[in-house]
């Protein structure tokens, strides 16, 4: 304290010099550490780990489409050629290697303008100030953001190396036209990746960050031409391109070379199905999936996809009271479930309601899953049993034939084909409601109702296009049921596989019920309700239609369910709302029709198998028989040398030669059977009864379930 006091008094005109620097140091010290301590607060890490694009893949790891908050291609620096960086740091922030995130000689010059003009209108921001500004703070024009950018990149220069300050900055910059990052850019300007840009190339980018919407190419040539010879020049005055560089680069075009952009309003339901999978089965957020860089293998076709869409806009198809109608479509892979095409609506957006996932009442088609699939499965019946066609009231419910006509007796085979409801019903009855849920009930399909309409597709919620498509598919898959997905592969942006779990197929059917099924739905599109289709291969579906609650000639919905050996469909057709102003004209032609067209269109493409392949060890399943009704029968007396007298009945013999023809002879009110012949028009009776003159006649008869026709006519010898 004395020698304090001492020097105070030895040099008393030094020590006010000596306390203003003791000053000034501390000071500066506590301001070195204030700028480095708040750096930490200015800059936040986690941001710069930047938006990226998630590309959707096909099968094949061509882009589909990106779905992007910000159009962002992440590349490393290693990738990004030298040209392309000195362009960048030329025009930028050409001391970038030389300074410690903040060049203090542009920001004298800067302060000095900004005092003169009493404003903050002189900008000296190096890359890393911009990098600071742009991931973490706004473009207000201030002290206080200037300070915290100074603190943000000083600190930033202390825990990144330059290399990576750069390579986050290249790949956050702005280029306009929703565009970011350089390998965005580069592939929106010039159609290939940054490693492969030229000089040129490079400069015009480089030249776009500073004002991206005022020196844009596209809507200004001449000043980004200017702009870009502006960094060709400054590349040169720092030697870093020689003079004949110079000459040859800036007497350029700009030669951009931009690659088709196609409008892809058919992708958006598909799109929104992906989405919803990502947010399902692998917990990853909608923001999650347009901002976290992910590549998604999807199983789309491009080409199904797109006819499905093309024939949505068709007005042919879509006939009801208004021009509101709906529809939904959606195309399952036979071989491994995967979706390959879904259309929620006719002119869906993303986001818009996917009706492909929109429950409805399945009016008929509904009859193979619940009716007649379990009633074989479980051998209540075969395909060629004989059922009842009549009028009934079980318990108050007396459901009615779509026609009115009722065939007293029918075989299931054709009471399918004609889509009988009379005898769906009746079936349910005798197999149980409960029987039948139970198998909708095995792929968690909950169908609350109770009653016998459930035969019928009258359901209080009702199914959805891709429920009724996955159901569909199992009878070609042996019997196996897939859930639906579209997505094979997803990988983030790091390149690794997120894994996520995989459902097993559930035993559905057996495999004989289900080759069964499918000849019989065959039967349906090849001459039953669904006959008016055109589709001239294999093909195999059920038609469905629910009546109007409000209009009595209406319909409400309008089905077909169906598959080929490639691809199951489900097309649902109607009114997102159905009132007395609001219904279809037409039923179940409306969705055959589209269906058909829409898979001859894409047999054009794949050219799918002509039939369907029987698996093994299943028995297949014969043609119907079709017994004929006789009406000229005709009975001779004959003689012969070998045969000698007898008595020759003959007819007309049905082409299908599996017929069984039984020969009865009445004589006096008594009638005998006499004989059986197969396939054949012609019976012999040795016995000859001159006498009493018998009448002869014959009843044909089913060999696949022992159904008789109509007996013939009758004929006497003499």
């Given at each position: 304290m004395k020698r304090f006091k001492s020097f105070n008094d030895k040099y008393p005109r030094l020590k006010w010099f000596v306390y203003s620097l003791i000053g000034f140091i501390v000071i500066s010290f506590l301001g070195y550490m204030f700028i480095i301590l708040g750096g930490r607060f200015v800059v936040d890490e986690e941001n710069f780990v930047l938006s990226e694009s998630t590309a959707l893949l096909n099968e094949d790891g061509e882009e589909i489409i990106k779905l992007y908050d910000e159009n962002r291609t992440y590349v490393p620096i290693t990738e990004v050629p030298d040209h392309v960086k000195e362009a960048f740091i030329a025009i930028e922030d050409h001391r970038f290697y030389d300074h410690s995130g903040v060049?203090?000689?542009?920001?004298?010059?800067?302060?000095?303008?900004?005092?003169?003009?009493?404003?903050?209108?002189?900008?000296?921001?190096?890359?890393?100030?911009q990098l600071v500004k742009n991931v973490e703070l706004t473009n207000e024009k201030s002290w206080m953001?200037?300070?915290?950018?100074?603190?943000?990149?000083?600190?930033?220069?202390?825990?990144?190396?330059?290399?990576?300050?750069?390579?986050?900055?290249?790949?956050?910059?702005?280029?306009?036209?929703?565009?970011?990052?350089?390998?965005?850019?580069?592939?929106?300007?010039?159609?290939k990746p940054v490693d492969q840009l030229n000089l040129s190339e490079a400069a015009l980018l480089a030249a776009l960050p500073k004002a991206p919407n005022l020196y844009s190419p596209l809507k200004n040539e001449d000043l980004a031409l200017e702009r870009r010879n502006l960094v060709l020049n400054r590349m040169h005055d720092l030697d870093w391109i020689n003079a004949d560089t110079l000459k040859s680069q800036t007497g350029r075009t700009l030669g951009l070379n931009q690659g088709e952009t196609e409008e892809s309003p058919w992708l958006n339901s598909y799109i929104d199905l992906v989405i919803e999978e990502m947010e399902n089965q692998y917990?990853?957020?909608?923001?999650?999936?347009?901002?976290?860089?992910?590549e998604i293998k999807v199983g789309l076709d491009r080409q199904a996809q797109k006819i499905i869409y093309e024939e949505l806009q068709n007005d042919t198809y879509f006939k009801g009271s208004n021009d509101n109608v709906e529809s939904a479509v959606v195309l399952l892979d036979q071989a491994s479930g995967v979706v390959r095409a879904a259309i929620g609506g006719r002119n869906n957006n993303r986001g818009d309601l996917n009706r492909v996932k929109v429950k409805k009442q399945p009016g008929s088609t509904i009859k193979p899953l619940i009716v007649y699939g379990p009633a074989i499965e479980e051998s209540f019946y075969e395909p060629y049993s004989v059922l009842n066609d009549e009028q009934i009231d079980i318990d108050g419910y007396n459901p009615k034939n779509h026609d009115g006509v009722?065939?007293?007796?029918?075989?299931?085979?054709?009471?399918?084909?004609?889509?009988?409801?009379?005898?769906?019903?009746?079936?349910?009855?005798?197999?149980?409601?409960?029987?039948?849920?139970?198998?909708?009930?095995?792929?968690?399909?909950?169908?609350?109702?109770?009653?016998?309409?459930?035969?019928?597709?009258?359901?209080?919620?009702?199914l959805t296009p891709l429920q009724m498509a996955a159901a569909y598919r199992t009878f070609y898959d042996e019997g196996f049921f897939?859930?639906?997905?579209?997505?094979?592969?997803?990988?983030?942006?790091?390149?690794d596989i997120i894994e996520t779990t995989q459902q097993k197929p559930k035993r559905l059917f057996s495999k004989q019920t289900s080759w069964y099924m499918t000849r019989l739905l065959e039967a349906v599109v090849e001459s039953g309700t669904a006959s008016q289709s055109t589709y001239p291969k294999a093909f195999a579906g059920k038609t469905g239609s629910t009546e109007h609650p409000q209009v009595e000639t209406g319909t409400k919905d309008a089905w077909f369910v169906g598959f080929n050996p490639a691809y199951t469909i489900a097309t649902w057709i109607g009114y997102?709302?159905?009132?007395?102003?609001?219904?279809?004209?037409?039923?179940?032609p409306l969705a055959t029709n589209l269906s058909s067209q829409i898979m001859s269109r894409i047999d054009d493409v794949h050219q799918f198998a002509g039939e369907f392949e029987k698996p093994e060890d299943v028995k297949d399943l014969e043609a119907p028989v079709r017994l004929p009704t006789i009406q000229n029968l005709e009975a001779k007396f004959s003689f012969g040398f070998i045969d000698g007298l007898f008595i020759e009945v003959t007819w007309t013999p049905s082409d299908d030669e599996r017929v069984i023809y039984h020969v009865y002879k009445e004589t006096n009110g008594d009638v005998r059977r006499i004989g059986q012949v197969t396939g054949e028009g012609r019976f012999i009776d040795h016995s000859v009864d001159y006498m009493n003159n018998p009448t002869y006649f014959v009843v044909p008869e089913n060999p696949l379930n022992e159904q008789t026709g109509s007996s013939s006519n009758r004929d006497r010898a003499f």
């Open positions: 060049d203090f000689w542009s920001v004298a010059r800067a302060v000095s303008v900004d005092l003169v003009t009493w404003s903050k209108a002189e900008g000296a921001s190096t890359i890393t100030q953001r200037k300070t915290k950018e100074v603190m943000g990149a000083i600190y930033l220069e202390r825990v990144k190396s330059k290399d990576e300050i750069l390579e986050y900055y290249l790949n956050e910059i702005y280029f306009g036209h929703g565009v970011y990052g350089i390998e965005s850019a580069s592939q929106f300007f010039f159609s917990h990853l957020s909608r923001q999650e999936v347009y901002t976290g860089g992910y009722y065939d007293g007796e029918i075989t299931l085979y054709d009471a399918l084909r004609q889509s009988k409801n009379t005898t769906a019903v009746a079936v349910l009855n005798e197999i149980g409601v409960e029987t039948g849920k139970s198998y909708l009930e095995k792929i968690e399909y909950e169908i609350q109702d109770q009653g016998l309409s459930v035969a019928l597709g009258g359901l209080e919620e009702g897939v859930e639906p997905y579209t997505i094979l592969e997803v990988k983030d942006r790091h390149g997102d709302q159905s009132n007395e102003e609001q219904y279809l004209i037409q039923g179940s």
